[in-house]
């Protein structure tokens, strides 16, 4: 039978390139996995973080199968983000990608009964043709899912196809209330003395159904009468058993969880389940942790599912890559509906390598994935227009999307469009549903513009379904203010605009899916924004998944069924003013708010309640009523709010926006733009621009003002840059680049001779 060893304990790794070691290294630094060497400098803020190859060493011994002529395999489940496996000195398998599994057949390089070496030599340097190549978050290094030997009898379930688990099960519902399961296996070194047995459980591990085929006919389907469905509020999982028979005795034996359910999209009626109308609501999730990064515990999954499950949402987009097994297990088992994507982010490349690699990353999460029920979307890139467009650009889409159809034809495809990919043009139709990344609010243009947004998009593509894949704005905890404004960083601007995009979604259930960006908070190496530096600080979350912000309480009062009640502001403790004001999240219909035990308002509302009080002097109690559920907090009137509620940033950036205008004092920011030959101007990309430092300068300064962003080339967020104009940043940063902003940018640029 099959055998499963864990290789978690006892590693040696050092950072040093050291080359392929004889025998095991007893000068390397001794780690047990998951591990990554980014747990600290992924997000630390101290710069950049260590993107090298890194080498890990451990002996093992061959684990023993009762019959002579077993095989054994070395699984890693991801290595970020390249790996070579060597065992006792020989390579057995060389991976690209830093998210999917993989195996390599290790038996013949395997000495019974004494140590063998198994060296995995990992790296999370730059290649260029392997993905994700430029983007807002960190590229981890290391094992960071683990390693494990599996011992099979030499015939067994197939493990050699893109690290796939040899059994692939479609449940589809019929409509008379049963269910049929079509199954399918594959079978490595087979004879006709093998059979396969396949067995259907249901939830109580009651058999429902079963069928036997011979070991090259394993395709089958059974009929299972009296189905439950899988839903979101009752995932109900079957368990399918292939069972790899020689007589009387079980050779292998495999297993899938699976769920019985139907899902469409409809442009109109947004997204359907079994049935009915379900408008998708929820979160994306980046997998990493404080000073963890992405080296995680199955509990550490499970407990990030658990906060998305007790918010209300039912959807969850996985970006920007393939997550771990374990919370595709717990998004199977609490009932989310998932978009799983691959890293094909912000700019292309055009080497036809890089296409391959975008290639074998979908295989490996279609492979790998396609039992879970959870899975309903296959996401092909992301914001890939950032890069700007092309032909092929256009080409490599569609053939994503046909491979995507290829293996998989129950599911659907989608895109995450950069906020700027034009609402006409070649990117439209190529997935079966679509949707934007829009920041309206944040990067560009006010809250306010995304309803109308969605609304004209609407009304032009009656045709397509429309979604938003990410809209979200940075909230820190410590700042806090009366008048929250977009880019303050604050914690009440954030809840402010969570309110806002709510309601917009509550108010368009065709829209087929919302995805606020992020879940929780994430490391990015690169930035340097509202003060934390090397993190992107959207969260609902904190990294550390300690502290839920003001924000996720909006979502929650939008979404959760349960009786909830919240009084936002807690972390503005000390406050200044005559009045105060005080923000109630709940999904009851009346709240009443008390001020040191006296009743200050009873209000009915819509999950937003807003309410006037007068502090006294000192410390205040204010406790907020909603039936049997209450919530309270202390505030303490001070006479002046402590310094450490604002961003120093926030009042520099005003100043500065004031300086520009002075700087450009003698322009004409309303004359007709100018593009002499030989000059520079907002029709050039980052790149071009950079090679003159004068007309760098000028660039660098107009979006440190308007973005609050420090753009340096080679450094940081370059990468994502570096492929625009002045005119497609402007086109982003919206209303937020003052009137005339472009015309005084390009007024400057146009003074410097190119190079
Ligand atoms: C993009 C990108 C994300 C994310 C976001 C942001 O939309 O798709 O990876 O980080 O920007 O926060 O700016």
Same mark, same amino acid.
Not at 41 to 59: E, F, L, Q, T
Not at 539 to 546: A, C, E, S, V
Not at 623 to 647: H, N
């Given at each position: 039978?099959?055998?499963?060893?864990?290789?978690?304990?006892?590693?040696?790794?050092?950072?040093?390139?050291?080359?392929?070691?004889?025998?095991?290294?007893?000068?390397?630094?001794?780690?047990?996995?998951?591990?990554?060497?980014?747990?600290?400098?992924?997000?630390?803020?101290?710069?950049?973080?260590?993107?090298?190859?890194?080498?890990?060493?451990?002996?093992?011994?061959?684990?023993?199968? =009762?019959?002579?002529?077993?095989?054994?395999?070395?699984?890693?489940?991801?290595?970020?983000?390249?790996?070579?496996?060597?065992?006792?000195?020989?390579?057995?398998?060389?991976?690209e990608?830093?998210?999917?599994?993989?195996?390599?057949?290790?038996?013949?390089?395997?000495k019974?009964?004494?140590?063998?070496?198994? /060296?995995?030599?990992?790296?999370?340097?730059?290649?260029?043709?392997?993905?994700?190549?430029?983007?807002?978050?960190?590229?981890?290094?290391?094992?960071?899912?683990?390693?494990?030997?599996?011992?099979?009898?030499?015939?067994?379930?197939?493990?050699?196809?893109?690290?796939?688990?040899g059994?692939?099960?479609?449940?589809?519902?019929?409509?008379?209330?049963?269910?049929?399961?079509?199954?399918?296996?594959?079978?490595?070194?087979?004879?006709?003395n093998?059979?396969?047995?396949?067995? /259907?459980?249901?939830?109580?591990?009651?058999?429902?159904?079963?069928a036997?085929?011979?070991?090259?006919?394993?395709?089958?389907?059974?009929?299972?009468?009296d189905?439950?469905?899988?839903?979101?509020?009752?995932?109900?999982?079957?368990?399918?058993?292939?069972?790899?028979?020689?007589r009387?005795?079980?050779?292998?034996?495999?297993?899938?969880?699976?769920?019985?359910?139907?899902?469409?999209?409809?442009?109109?009626?947004g997204?359907?389940?079994?049935?009915?109308?379900?408008?998708?609501?929820?979160v994306?999730?980046?997998?990493?942790?404080?000073?963890?990064?992405?080296a995680?515990?199955?509990?550490?999954?499970?407990?990030?599912?658990?906060?998305?499950?007790?918010?209300?949402?039912?959807?969850?987009?996985?970006?920007?890559?393939?997550?771990?097994?374990?919370?595709?297990?717990?998004?199977?088992?609490?009932?989310?509906?998932?978009?799983?994507?691959?890293?094909?982010?912000?700019?292309?490349?055009?080497?036809?390598?890089?296409?391959?690699?975008?290639?074998?990353?979908m295989?490996?999460?279609?492979?790998?994935?396609?039992?879970?029920?959870?899975?309903?979307f296959w996401?092909?890139?992301?914001?890939?227009?950032?890069?700007?467009?092309?032909?092929?650009?256009?080409?490599?889409?569609?053939?994503?999307?046909?491979?995507?159809?290829?293996?998989?034809?129950?599911?659907?495809?989608?895109?995450?469009?950069?906020?700027m990919?034009?609402?006409?043009? =070649?990117?439209?139709?190529?997935?079966d549903?679509?949707?934007?990344?829009?920041?309206?609010?944040?990067?560009?243009?006010?809250m306010?513009?995304?309803?109308?947004?969605?609304?004209?998009?609407?009304?032009?593509?009656?045709?397509?379904?429309?979604?938003?894949?990410?809209?979200?704005?940075?909230?820190?905890?410590?700042?806090?203010?009366?008048?929250?404004?977009?880019?303050?960083?604050s914690?009440?601007?954030?809840?402010?605009?969570?309110?806002?995009?709510?309601?917009?979604?509550?108010?368009?259930?065709?829209?087929?899916?919302?995805?606020v960006?992020?879940?929780?908070?994430?490391?990015?190496?690169?930035?340097?924004?509202?003060?934390?530096?090397?993190?992107?600080?959207?969260?609902?979350?904190?990294?550390?998944?300690?502290?839920?912000?003001?924000?996720?309480?909006?979502?929650?009062?939008?979404?959760?069924?349960? =009786?909830?009640?919240?009084?936002?502001?807690?972390?503005?403790?000390?406050?200044?003013?005559?009045?105060?004001?005080?923000?109630?999240?709940?999904?009851?219909?009346?709240?009443?708010?008390?001020?040191?035990?006296?009743?200050?308002?009873e209000?009915?509302?819509?999950?937003?309640?807003?309410?006037?009080a007068a502090?006294?002097a000192?410390?205040?109690?204010?406790?907020?009523?909603?039936?049997?559920?209450?919530?309270?907090?202390?505030l303490?009137?001070?006479?002046?709010?402590?310094?450490?509620?604002?961003l120093?940033?926030?009042?520099?950036?005003?100043?500065?926006?004031?300086?520009?205008?002075?700087?450009?004092?003698?322009?004409?920011?309303?004359?007709?733009?100018?593009?002499?030959?030989?000059?520079?101007?907002?029709?050039?990309?980052?790149?071009?621009?950079?090679?003159?430092?004068?007309?760098?300068?000028? #660039?660098?300064?107009?979006?440190?003002?308007?973005m609050?962003?420090?753009?340096?080339?080679?450094?940081?967020?370059?990468?994502?840059?570096k492929?625009?104009t002045?005119?497609?940043?402007?086109? #982003?940063?919206?209303?937020?680049?003052?009137?005339?902003?472009?015309?005084?940018?390009?007024?400057?640029?146009?003074?410097v001779?190119?190079?």
């Amino acid at each position: 039978m099959r055998n499963l060893i864990c290789l978690n304990q006892d590693w040696r790794f050092t950072r040093e390139d050291a080359g392929l070691p004889k025998a095991l290294p007893s000068d390397w630094e001794r780690v047990d996995l998951p591990h990554t060497w980014n747990a600290v400098d992924g997000h630390d803020g101290n710069g950049g973080y260590a993107r090298i190859k890194g080498w890990y060493a451990r002996s093992f011994r061959t684990p023993v199968q =009762p019959l002579a002529k077993g095989r054994v395999y070395v699984e890693i489940p991801a290595a970020g983000q390249q790996a070579s496996v060597y065992v006792n000195g020989t390579e057995v398998i060389y991976h690209e990608g830093g998210y999917s599994n993989f195996r390599a057949d290790i038996t013949d390089l395997c000495k019974p009964d004494e140590d063998n070496l198994l /060296v995995i030599a990992c790296s999370n340097e730059n290649k260029s043709n392997v993905y994700p190549q430029a983007a807002d978050f960190t590229f981890y290094g290391g094992l960071y899912r683990g390693v494990r030997l599996i011992s099979v009898p030499d015939t067994h379930f197939d493990l050699d196809y893109l690290g796939g688990p040899g059994l692939k099960v479609t449940p589809r519902p019929c409509e008379s209330g049963g269910a049929t399961f079509e199954m399918t296996s594959w079978i490595t070194n087979g004879d006709e003395n093998f059979t396969v047995l396949y067995s /259907v459980k249901d939830a109580e591990g009651k058999e429902v159904a079963s069928a036997c085929r011979p070991f090259d006919q394993t395709t089958v389907t059974v009929y299972v009468p009296d189905a439950v469905k899988w839903d979101i509020d009752n995932p109900y999982l079957y368990t399918v058993t292939a069972i790899l028979q020689r007589r009387n005795e079980a050779y292998d034996e495999i297993s899938a969880r699976v769920g019985v359910r139907s899902f469409s999209c409809d442009p109109e009626k947004g997204f359907i389940l079994n049935g009915k109308e379900v408008p998708l609501r929820g979160v994306s999730r980046h997998q990493d942790r404080l000073y963890k990064g992405n080296a995680l515990s199955r509990e550490d999954h499970y407990e990030d599912a658990r906060l998305i499950k007790e918010l209300g949402a039912n959807t969850i987009r996985l970006a920007h890559y393939q997550h771990s097994q374990d919370f595709y297990d717990a998004c199977d088992e609490l009932g989310f509906i998932i978009w799983a994507e691959i890293p094909f982010i912000s700019v292309m490349n055009q080497d036809p390598a890089a296409h391959q690699n975008c290639i074998s990353q979908m295989k490996e999460l279609i492979i790998q994935n396609y039992n879970h029920p959870s899975i309903c979307f296959w996401g092909i890139s992301n914001e890939i227009l950032i890069g700007g467009i092309s032909d092929q650009l256009v080409e490599n889409h569609k053939e994503l999307n046909a491979l995507c159809k290829e293996l998989d034809d129950t599911r659907l495809t989608t895109i995450a469009h950069v906020s700027m990919t034009p609402i006409n043009g =070649p990117m439209h139709g190529i997935t079966d549903v679509e949707s934007y990344n829009n920041y309206f609010g944040w990067y560009g243009g006010k809250m306010e513009d995304n309803g109308p947004w969605l609304d004209n998009f609407h009304k032009i593509h009656p045709e397509i379904c429309i979604g938003v894949s990410e809209y979200g704005c940075e909230g820190i905890i410590t700042y806090h203010g009366p008048n929250p404004a977009c880019k303050d960083y604050s914690e009440e601007y954030q809840a402010l605009y969570h309110e806002h995009l709510a309601k917009v979604f509550d108010e368009r259930p065709w829209i087929w899916s919302s995805h606020v960006w992020n879940m929780f908070d994430f490391g990015c190496a690169a930035r340097d924004e509202g003060g934390v530096a090397g993190r992107n600080n959207k969260g609902l979350i904190t990294m550390d998944r300690k502290t839920k912000k003001d924000s996720y309480y909006v979502y929650q009062a939008y979404w959760s069924k349960k =009786p909830m009640l919240h009084l936002a502001g807690k972390r503005y403790a000390q406050r200044a003013g005559e009045t105060t004001e005080i923000r109630v999240y709940s999904n009851q219909p009346t709240v009443a708010l008390y001020l040191n035990g006296e009743l200050v308002e009873e209000k009915s509302a819509d999950k937003v309640f807003v309410f006037q009080a007068a502090l006294k002097a000192g410390f205040n109690i204010v406790t907020a009523v909603a039936g049997d559920l209450k919530d309270s907090m202390t505030l303490e009137k001070v006479e002046k709010e402590p310094s450490i509620y604002v961003l120093p940033e926030v009042n520099e950036r005003a100043e500065g926006v004031a300086n520009w205008f002075n700087l450009v004092g003698d322009l004409d920011l309303k004359a007709p733009m100018e593009f002499p030959e030989g000059k520079y101007s907002i029709h050039d990309t980052m790149e071009e621009i950079a090679k003159s430092p004068e007309a760098l300068k000028v #660039m660098t300064d107009a979006i440190k003002i308007t973005m609050n962003m420090k753009l340096e080339p080679g450094v940081g967020m370059w990468d994502m840059m570096k492929s625009m104009t002045p005119e497609k940043m402007v086109g #982003m940063a919206g209303s937020m680049a003052p009137e005339g902003f472009l015309e005084s940018v390009n007024a400057k640029l146009i003074l410097v001779d190119k190079l």
